[in-house]
């Protein structure tokens, strides 16, 4: 019977020690990433434009930010052609 509890006990630190394994080698994957792609944390307060202004809204920095450039301006496109 104690073989058993043991058993259950070590598949169950096993189990635990390959989920921490996979996060810690994903954090580590998500950094060297933004390493490579010169990753800049936006600063969020001065980004925030009010969206009931006429304003012009700072340019989005980074591939996310040209990809939704590219949908605003066809978006634009089909409304107005």
Do not use: C, H
Not at 46 to 66: D, F, K, R, S
């Amino acid at each position: 019977m104690q073989g058993v509890v043991i058993l259950i006990i070590l598949l169950g630190l096993a189990y635990a020690a390959g989920y921490f394994t996979r996060d810690f080698k994903s954090r580590k994957r998500r950094e060297e990433a933004r390493r490579w792609r010169d990753y800049t944390q936006p600063d969020w307060l001065q980004a925030a434009a009010p969206a009931n202004t006429n304003e012009a809204a700072p340019q989005p920095v980074g591939e996310l930010g040209q990809m939704l450039n590219r949908w605003e301006s066809r978006a634009r496109a089909r409304r107005t052609g």
